[in-house]
């Protein structure tokens, strides 16, 4: 099965931070967890790169734009590199291929009378690019809202209502977790839709209007589109309809609460109006904080640089933190201690000790190669059973958009194979035979936690897999799959201490 997976389009105004990474981690995490499944699995990320907000950047920097945005985009790009994050594309809203299909989407919702011109008065926030129909601060950047009027292009929204609430009624998946599609069909139910304002002339950084060159397209319009021009190859004028329909059906967006709208009211209504299947689901995660407020560029107190704490802890450290951390549609409050003690607790101390020290078993008594010598006595069977039953739990959450209770199974699933050790006590068992049975169970054991572990800590787990001797492809499939002979390669401790701290 081939599934289609985005990140939001982030904003290549700043720097990116540890808010941007995280809905960038789950992304890469479910990534990792359907090809174990063996789909055919492609995640897009990429750079938001238009409209005022950017172009206001860039001037206070004192760059030309065009050089502004090449630079933020390839900090965004070498962090994912940084953060081990397997992205199959990076789509810029500048690159060619982008602009055109964005001007053939206009000019489908055009053919279909679903935007017409008129005028826009209200208070717009240049931060969010949005336009706010009350107060006079912005709720999220909390600085005060600019009064702006300008002639706009219309996306007659409000025809959509209805649809919208149909589809997300009979859809119990479109949006996740629930909670978000209950605040979602509240707010459809109990708001009329206001038509939309897609075109802007207060910036000429943008993709111009087909046909009104005044006009550049609303960034968020822009932006949008660039999950499926992320689909069209260079070259590729409009729509690759190839790729429409290997991918575009199968398609998980990953974003933040705070653009929930934005992805599933506007979102869904202009892939209606231009006649394209909407995607299957939105997750939607929580806020990092820093002291209770989000992490955000217009707030500098709140900028930690993500690239930095994976150089301190390991990618793999800052992968399992967060996503074990997060529950997903709730807020996690940063804390730099306790990344640090929780990426010793779980990888170093509970799982990589447990690699280690069953490698050195392996090695020390039976030169690194070994078969089981007897039947499996009812207590190694039931180990064998438990990482069965984790990898079943993994799965379910996976389903249901609750990665950090799946982390969470995976590490306690560790601590279950380690208190287990610690009463069989391999080290004290003087019989042969049994000792080898029981180390042959454990080597499934661990063989099977490579894999539940695979979607959190990657390149951990390949290590761990290289200790095993297991040189066949992980897949999901071979949790509780036997082999006759297991072996072992003891090598340096498999996660090491952080010693930094504070
Ligand atoms: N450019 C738009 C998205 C367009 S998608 C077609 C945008 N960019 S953004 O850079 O401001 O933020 C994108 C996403 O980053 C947010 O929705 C969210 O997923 C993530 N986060 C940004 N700040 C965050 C936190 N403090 N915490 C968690 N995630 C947040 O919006």
């Not at 209805?162 to 996740?176: M, T």
Request: hydrophobic share 45%; glycine share 6%.
């Amino acid at each position: 099965m081939k599934r289609y997976l985005t990140t939001p389009i982030y904003y290549a105004s700043g720097a990116p931070h540890p808010g941007h990474a995280y809905t960038t981690l789950v992304a890469d995490s479910y990534k990792r967890f359907y090809r174990l499944l063996g789909d055919d699995v492609m995640l897009i990320t990429g750079t938001d790169e238009h409209g005022q907000k950017i172009e206001r950047a860039a001037a206070a920097a004192g760059t030309p734009v065009v050089d502004f945005v090449d630079a933020r985009s390839g900090e965004f790009e070498a962090l994912w590199h940084a953060l081990d994050i397997d992205v199959d594309f990076f789509e810029r809203t500048t690159r060619p291929a982008h602009r055109a299909l964005a001007t053939a989407f206009w000019q489908r919702l055009a053919a279909r009378e679903d935007i017409y011109r008129g005028e826009y008065e209200g208070l717009y926030c240049v931060d969010c690019e949005q336009y706010f129909t009350e107060g006079d601060t912005c709720p999220v950047h909390r600085k005060p809202l600019e009064r702006f009027s300008e002639p706009s292009w219309f996306f007659r929204l409000s025809r959509y209502r209805d649809a919208l609430i149909r589809h997300i009624e009979s859809h119990p998946r479109f949006i996740l977790p629930a909670a978000r599609r209950n605040e979602v069909l509240a707010f459809l139910n109990g708001n009329a839709l206001r038509d939309l304002a897609i075109s802007r002339t207060s910036t000429r950084w943008g993709i111009p209007v087909p046909g009104d060159s005044a006009h550049v397209m609303y960034v968020w319009v822009d932006a949008l589109v660039a999950y499926l021009s992320a689909l069209s190859p260079d070259g590729v004028a409009g729509l690759d309809e190839e790729s429409l329909q290997a991918w575009w059906r199968q398609t998980t967006h990953f974003i933040g609460k705070d653009i929930l709208t934005f992805h599933a009211v506007y979102w869904p209504a202009l892939l209606m109006a231009a006649d394209l299947p909407l995607p299957q689901s939105i997750v939607v995660n929580g806020w990092l904080t820093v002291e209770g407020r989000k992490i955000a560029k217009s707030d500098p107190a709140t900028m930690i640089d993500p690239a930095e704490l994976a150089a301190t802890v390991g990618p793999d450290g800052l992968k399992l933190y967060f996503l074990k951390s997060v529950s997903l549609g709730q807020d996690l409050d940063f804390n730099r201690a306790q990344l640090v003690h929780g990426t010793n607790t779980d990888l170093a101390n509970n799982i990589g000790n447990l690699f280690s020290r069953f490698t050195a078993l392996g090695d020390q008594h039976f030169a690194g190669e070994w078969q089981r010598q007897s039947a499996l006595p009812a207590g190694d069977r039931e180990l064998l059973a438990t990482l069965a039953a984790a990898a079943g739990r993994i799965a379910g959450h996976f389903e249901q958009a609750e990665v950090a209770q799946a982390a969470r199974e995976f590490v306690e699933a560790a601590a279950r194979v380690n208190s287990f050790i610690q009463q069989a006590a391999p080290w004290q068992i003087p019989d042969r035979e049994r000792l080898a049975t029981l180390m042959w169970t454990l080597h499934h054991t661990l063989a099977d936690l490579t894999l539940i572990g695979m979607p959190f800590v990657p390149e951990t787990m390949a290590r761990a897999r290289a200790a095993l001797c297991l040189s066949a492809p992980p897949a999901w499939r071979d949790v509780g799959r036997t082999r006759d002979v297991v072996a072992t390669r003891h090598g340096a401790p498999l996660y090491p201490r952080i010693k930094a701290a504070g």
